[in-house]
């Protein structure tokens, strides 16, 4: 069923920012994933617009990623369904919060699929029979809403970081990038490229990070996934600093043309990290 296949998308992305950082992610889905969207139709009548769910609890399947509560602050309860962080999701997306670490483009993408559904039907209740939470409605002006939202919000880029690495988690490679001014940044080893294991002797020292930068709606950034990282050199100091996505206007006969993408440090300084230092790179400009 589409309806369920929506759901089961946009709640699942909806977690997995909550638990790994971002939404939507490269190689197999994790069974944990998987199984929180594992719903059970416990009732549906031909020609009836309700169907009655089961979703299992968050706190029997995904219990281990939740307790990383000092990297990822806002966890689901262990009582709540994937329905609850869909609603705060769509909720947090509604209302603008830019800020918001519960929807990136992958989870707004997700719910623009709504739309589809609405070819038949005026709008979509989720509601408990009890009455209590989650219960939100979605509507074709909610899903015109997020769509504009998502063309706002900036696509993940490679960008290079640098900072003290701090709260390493061997296990999972998740790891806490502090930066001048009391900023933080949030990131994973990439297993194709990394170990989380090399880690263990950077730990406490300011290293280099590169990989790509996944942004919120306002631009700043929530998380990178390194692909590199290294001690850092005093030449680097330079990258010590929260990355921010930049919008770019180029004039052009006589028009402003506003580009949607940022800024890729990468493209200004070539192919770093190489065998190549900071300075040969800035001289070669």
């Known amino acids: 069923m589409e309806l369920l296949n929506n759901l089961q998308q946009a709640g699942q992305r909806g977690l ?14 994790p069974l944990w994933l998987e199984t929180s969207t594992d719903f059970l139709i416990t009732g549906f009548s031909k020609g009836s617009t309700v169907i009655e769910v089961e979703a299992p609890a968050l706190g029997d399947i995904v219990e281990q990623e939740m307790m990383q509560t000092d ?25 603008e919060n830019l800020d918001s670490d519960r929807f990136d483009r992958g989870v707004l993408d997700s719910f623009s ?80 490229f990394l170990d989380a294991e090399d880690l263990r002797d950077l730990w406490g020292k300011k290293v280099s990070v590169k990989g790509p930068v996944h942004f919120k709606p306002s631009g700043t950034a929530r998380f990178v996934d390194a692909e590199i990282l290294k001690l850092m050199e005093p030449s680097e100091e330079i990258f010590e600093r ?44």
């Open 16 to 29: 997995r920012l909550l638990l790994d950082g971002a939404s939507v992610k490269r190689g197999t889905v």
């Open 71 to 95: 990297f990822w602050r806002e966890m689901p309860g262990p009582d709540d369904s994937i329905f609850s962080v869909l609603q705060k999701s769509l909720l947090d997306a509604e209302s």
């Open 113 to 192: 699929h709504f739309g589809r559904f609405f070819r038949q039907a005026d709008s979509l209740e989720i509601t408990r029979k009890d009455g209590k939470d989650p219960a939100f409605t979605i509507t074709p002006a909610s899903v015109e809403h997020i769509e504009k939202l998502r063309s706002k919000t900036p696509e993940p880029q490679t960008m290079v970081i640098s900072g003290k690495l701090e709260q390493i988690t061997y296990k999972t490679g998740r790891f806490l990038l502090d930066l001048p001014g009391g900023t933080q940044l949030r990131g994973r080893v990439h297993p194709e």
């Open 242 to 285: 929260l990355p921010v996505a930049i919008q770019m206007e180029v004039p052009f006969a006589g028009l402003t043309y506003t580009s949607k993408a940022t800024v890729d440090v990468s493209e200004i300084w070539g192919q770093w990290p190489g065998d190549e230092s900071i300075e040969e790179l800035l001289a070669d400009l």
